[in-house]
């Protein structure tokens, strides 16, 4: 058995958005079960629009969900496997010379429409003779090359979609080399498919017709076609396809908007599987949920109001191994800390305004509750003696309550506002040992 081996193919002409972050991830988790190689395909044979900046910010993206290939190719390092493969179908008749500009194709295009046929490219060029071409040519026509399709059924085992068979008489003979020598994605991603040794194509469903016409190709270059899945796409909330230029929707946008990569792997994945969408905390976990046999056939809905809640219950759960050293990084030191302020964080960053709350100078903290100068007397003079614990807060509202009969919302209240400048937070009994008795005292108004 070879090993298993995977690959995603990302063309380098924009940024990666969450529908490119989900085929990536159902390669690697499908690798991962298998203990199997994943490989970063760069498709860039459209020059024009591949730039080394969208290269390094794809695999940059990928390192950030987590993602670590087991090696990068470039297509652009491949031209002359693509140009072998293409004289091999020339030399069967497989691949052949088409003069028709793009205005000509659309006119019998829409002739075609127009009597209620199918628009299917007619081959009217393989009807010409080497005399046409030749004039065609001292014309100062270039061809471009279409792939001779079997016109037949081509069927497979989908690892998505079981029993799957595409008829490719109702498809047109596909474009694979443009009249100036450049290549479709369609040649360069078999050939690459077959010398890169990949074992499983795991891509989106608006790929399933390629995968018809691929496994011709294959057969036609003696090669054995993979297995191939085809996973359901992504779509907005209102159904539209999710494309690069959505720039919002970028991992990148995500990351600079403080959502954590395992929020959006967890959102990536789950959506539209069998499983309920939740918050995972680990590759390994989330490899354990997935099953490329049960994802949905229809449709699945991103919703960014989702990513954000999934992305608070992530924090809320994480333990302090987990945050330890972005939390050091950040100059906040504590598992108490952690542990207190988790469950109020919606993003990670949003520890650091919890930091300054606990160890800042006093603030102009705000004191709106109605509260009477009494009460900042029996606040201060209740005030347990140190060292405090979890308990301290408690005990201290017990005895201001005892003192002044002030009790819920009216004793908790101005005791928040005053300890912390606002009217919500964590549970006070964890913050109050953080803060200290100092600060307190100094933050209760006189
Ligand atoms: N470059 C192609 C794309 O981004 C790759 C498709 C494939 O996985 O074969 O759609």
């Known amino acids: 058995m070879s090993t298993i081996t995977v690959r995603f193919a990302p063309s380098p002409t ?62 652009s390092d491949h031209i002359a496997r ?12 497989r691949l052949y010379a088409c003069y028709e500009s793009p205005d000509e ?23 010409l003779t080497d005399d046409e071409k030749a004039a065609l040519e001292a014309e100062g026509r270039t061809p471009h090359w279409r792939f001779k399709l079997a016109h037949g059924t081509v069927a497979w085992t989908d690892l998505v979609r079981g029993a799957s068979q595409v008829d490719t008489a109702s498809l047109s003979d596909p474009v694979l080399v443009r009249a100036d020598g ?54 907005t909330m209102s159904g539209e396809g999710l494309s690069k230029r959505l720039g919002h929707l970028s991992l990148r946008g995500l990351r600079e908007n403080g959502v954590e990569p395992m929020a959006v792997a967890s959102l990536a994945v789950l959506v539209g599987s069998a499983e309920a969408v939740r918050p995972v905390a680990s590759m390994a976990e989330l490899a354990d949920l997935v099953d490329l046999a049960h994802i949905s056939r229809a449709p699945a809905k991103f ?11 992530l924090l809320h759960e994480m333990p302090y191994e987990a945050a330890r050293e972005r939390l050091l990084r950040a100059g906040i030191d ?19 305004s919890w930091w300054r709350i606990v160890h800042g100078p006093a603030q102009d903290m705000t004191v709106a ?26 005990t201290w509202t017990d005895a201001v309550k005892a003192r002044t009969g002030a009790k819920g919302r009216a004793l908790f209240m101005p005791l928040r506002q005053a300890l912390t400048g606002l009217d919500h937070g964590p549970e006070l009994a964890a913050l109050l040992p953080l803060i200290g008795r100092e600060r307190t005292l100094e933050r209760l108004p006189r």
Request: aromatic share 8%; hydrophobic share 45%.
């Open 182 to 235: 450049t290549f479709l994605y369609t040649l360069p991603s078999v050939v690459d498919d077959l010398a890169m040794g990949v074992t499983h194509v795991i891509r989106g469903e608006d790929h399933v017709t390629n995968t018809a016409v691929q496994i011709e190709i294959i057969a036609a270059l003696g090669g054995t076609p993979p297995a191939f899945g085809h996973h359901n796409l992504l779509t």
């Open 82 to 93: 693509y140009q072998e493969a293409a004289a091999r179908l020339r030399s069967q008749g």
């Open 334 to 352: 504590g598992e108490g800390f952690w542990l207190a302020v988790r469950g109020n964080l919606e993003r990670f960053a949003d520890v650091e």
């Open 303 to 313: 919703d960014e109001a989702e990513l954000t809640h999934l992305n608070a219950r």
């Open 14 to 75: 924009g940024y990666l958005h969450i529908g490119n972050a989900r085929t990536a991830l159902l390669n690697w988790l499908f690798a991962r079960k298998a203990g199997g190689r994943f490989i970063l395909r760069l498709d860039d044979t459209d020059q024009e629009r591949s730039t080394a900046e969208f290269a390094a910010a794809i695999a940059g993206d990928l390192a950030w969900l987590g993602i670590v290939p087991a090696g990068t190719e470039r297509q």
């Open 105 to 127: 194709l659309e006119r019998r295009r829409k002739r075609q429409l127009a009597r209620g046929q199918p628009p299917i490219y007619d081959r009217a060029a393989l009807a």
């Open 369 to 394: 509750a109605a509260a009477d100068a009494a009460f900042w007397v029996a606040a201060r003079e209740c005030l347990p003696p140190a060292p405090w614990d979890g308990s301290t807060w408690k």
